[in-house]
């Protein structure tokens, strides 16, 4: 079987992999997401103190790899899923809980913001290990 040279190494140098097209593709996605997500916010005219204290909430999740990596994982991919804050969007919009959106909304954002600065979700093999390269 012949190599082919269209697809990078992923054995490269890591800077080699957050330079590549799919990896800025992924941070530009990440950027309109926090900016769709915080200009929602406003026009929702939800609390900056509230927006302030919440941006973070989704890092403590962190502390799940003082157990083990596998873990940490685990629950740091839980807490940067997608699925999650759309999943108390539609709550928020079912119920007509302005609160809940809000919340939803920062959720978003920090995904967002977390995308744009190239981390991603987790593999078990270390923290640093994401989806979108090693950070």
Sequence with gaps: MIASNRFPNTTA???????????????LEGLALFSAAV???????????????LLLTPDLTFAAYLINPRVGAWG???AHWLPM???????????????????A???FAHIGMDRTVGYGLKYPSAFKDTHMGRV
Aim: no cysteine; net charge positive.
């Design 85 to 103: 804050p759309l999943a108390l969007t539609a709550f928020a919009l079912a119920t007509g809980d302005l609160n809940a959106l809000l919340i």
């Design 76 to 78: 740091y991919n839980i």
């Design 13 to 27: 140098h890591p800077s080699a992999v957050r330079l590549s097209a799919p990896n800025i593709l992924l941070r």
């Design 105 to 107: 909304l920062i959720w």
């Design 39 to 53: 200009a929602a916010y406003i026009h929702f005219r939800g609390s900056g103190v509230l927006f302030a204290v």
